[in-house]
């Protein structure tokens, strides 16, 4: 195994598309035989638009103690120089992110109210590195609608299981949000029982329709599906050598890092003692 | 014209062999499903989460027809026979509810005439694992049947991945085919030198469950950002697998103690959703090995 991996490595490092090295750190000879490091940090969105099914009170993350604390995180992240910075945009806006990145480096721009630019500039900048790199997908969506719908009509119960448990868990995080410190709800999204609780979302409607049209299934694996294509996007920089850190909302992290898990060619690197 | 119809055949051959070596896909073709086949669960609220034992398993007939050769071991032999007697019997007195194999739900009808007929003294168990193992649980526990679990609309669709690694990606087509070729290679190996128990725990480890899995997302990121032809494929395996688990799932309620097999191919991906399912609860095989 460790002879495939090194011949793996080695292959590996001869293809790294050239695209993507303009973000990147200069990779120094010996780090070449090395897999990646990828780091998965979880989070909650910081500007919360209400978006997510689980709607909640979010902590103010523009407070001068909530400022130094993310000043710090990330000065720490900073320091283990990593080799890229993902984070949760699509790849069409990669562009206006590398005008506004750039433009935080000359400080000509304030940080805006999002992890993005909020960890994910501040890393980068920090670490010295020319960007960061949106590596969300937008083709491939959650077909939860459709679901939903078929639960109303053919599965009363089971919705009202499932209205009643989104409820409780946004009134958790609201909770959390209003009584813990921000490094406290960070590692509340990195917590591993926390990760199975958020696929449990799917897995708990994965059996509507069995045996039928598989209705909770299809639903289950069209999130997975777009979780596959954000992994792969990670993937094309995790080469050998690299040190990647990938932002994303914990809903997305808690799956990336079961396919981290079982990813023969990259190591996992925990955030959990950073936080 | 030719070459590229050799080669799309090459590939359709090979993918073939691909599915059948590490899925051991069984199509068979009649119709009907009946669900009448498992003891009545319990029902009532108190009743405990459902105990869920995913068993994978080689395939006990492999009519030798991949690419690389995998000569499985002969689970005949008075010593295995005496090995899985003593197997199924362990696991039936821990009165499994459900016994659920990896077969098309359209040939349940041709499942239970064979398990009456297994139960009857009239039918002489074959060479594969639903009835070697599966009929021989489900008839220790005095269970009315078996239930086949198997998805027959989601396949792995890796046509378009294969085809685009060939033409721009033939460094990676390489890693891919050695480790494929290399897997092939140690199974084989393990079948001819080690025990048959033996064989059991390794396909129940974590370990190889995290080899099976590495294979898909090892091409996960061929074409990422364009046309996704390798992430789109991992995805496919894993949607047949949610169905699958959604077939467990429907059997797996409250009170229940339902016993899966299945090519470890699937239990290996099966098992990290179980890890995810607050409702059920993993009830592990490798104490019974």
């Not at chain 1, 604390?69 to 945009?89: D, F, G, M, R, W």
């Not at chain 1, 999204?189 to 696929?199: C, L, Y």
């Not at chain 1, 996007?233 to 909302?249: D, L, M, R, V």
């Not at chain 2, 080690?194 to 294979?215: A, G, T, Y």
Request: aromatic share 8%; glycine share 4%; with cysteine.
């Amino acid at each position: 195994m460790r002879t495939f991996t090194a011949i793996l490595a080695g292959t590996l490092a001869l293809t790294i598309n050239s695209k993507s090295f303009a973000h990147a750190n200069p990779i120094s000879p010996e780090q070449k035989i090395s897999p990646a490091q990828v780091m998965l940090f979880g989070v909650f969105h910081f500007n919360n638009p209400g978006l997510d099914s689980v709607k909640s009170e979010v902590i103010n993350v523009l407070t001068p103690e909530n400022q130094h604390y993310l000043e710090e995180l990330t000065s720490k992240l900073a320091n283990e120089t990593p080799t890229h910075v993902l984070i949760e945009c699509p790849p069409q806006r990669q562009k206006m992110m590398d005008r506004k990145f750039n433009a935080y480096k000359n400080g000509n721009h304030e940080l805006s109210l999002n992890e993005n630019q909020q960890l994910g500039f501040r890393i980068a900048a920090k670490a010295e590195l020319k960007g960061v790199i949106c590596y969300d997908e937008r083709n491939v969506h959650w077909r939860g609608a459709e679901l939903r719908d078929y639960m109303e009509k053919n599965t009363p119960k089971r919705k009202k299981i499932h209205d009643e448990l989104i409820k409780k868990l946004s009134n958790d995080s609201s909770q959390r949000h209003t009584t813990l410190s921000l490094s406290q709800v960070l590692q509340f999204h990195n917590d591993s029982a926390e990760d199975k609780e958020n696929m449990n979302l799917y897995i708990m409607e994965n059996d509507i329709g069995a045996g039928q049209d598989f209705i909770g299934a299809d639903a289950a694996a069209s999130w997975w599906h777009r979780n596959f294509r954000m992994y792969a996007n990670i993937q094309a920089q995790a080469q050998p050598g690299t040190k990647i850190i990938a932002i994303g909302g914990s809903g997305h992290t808690a799956i990336l890092k079961t396919l981290l898990e079982v990813d023969k060619s990259r190591r996992s690197w925990e955030v959990n003692e950073y936080l | 014209m030719m070459i590229i119809k050799n080669n799309r055949e090459k590939i359709r051959v090979k993918m073939r062999k691909f599915i059948k070596f590490f899925s051991g896909i069984i199509i068979l073709s009649s119709c009907s499903a009946s669900w009448a086949a498992e003891k009545e669960a319990l029902t009532s609220p108190e009743a405990p989460p459902a105990q869920v034992m995913l068993f994978g398993t080689f395939h006990f007939a492999n009519p030798g027809r991949d690419t690389v050769k995998l000569n499985v071991i002969d689970v005949l032999t008075p010593e295995n026979q005496a090995y899985l007697e003593q197997l199924t019997e362990k696991l039936a007195s821990e009165s499994p509810t459900h016994v659920m194999l990896e077969c098309d739900p359209r040939i349940q009808d041709k499942i239970d005439i064979k398990f009456q007929a297994y139960l009857n003294g009239e039918h002489q168990l074959e060479v594969n694992e639903h009835q070697q193992l599966g009929f021989r649980i489900a008839a220790k526990a005095k269970l009315n049947g078996v239930i086949c679990y198997d998805e027959n609309q989601v396949h792995w669709d890796g046509a378009k991945l294969m085809s685009y690694m060939s033409t721009n990606a033939p460094e990676r087509k390489k890693i891919f085919d050695a480790e494929i070729a290399d897997f092939g290679n140690l199974a084989s190996k393990q079948h001819k030198t080690l025990p048959l128990r033996q064989l059991l725990q390794i396909d129940n480890s974590v370990e190889r469950d995290k080899k099976n899995m590495n294979l898909y997302l090892m091409v996960n990121d061929i074409d990422s950002g364009e046309g996704f032809s390798g992430a789109d494929a991992s995805v496919s395996w894993w949607h047949r697998n949610f169905r699958m688990y959604a077939n467990i799932q429907a059997k797996a309620q409250p009170g229940t103690k339902v016993i899966a097999i299945a090519g470890s191919g699937h239990t290996a991906l099966m098992k990290t959703l179980l890890a995810t399912d607050l409702q059920r609860e993993a009830w592990d095989i490798k104490s019974y090995l």
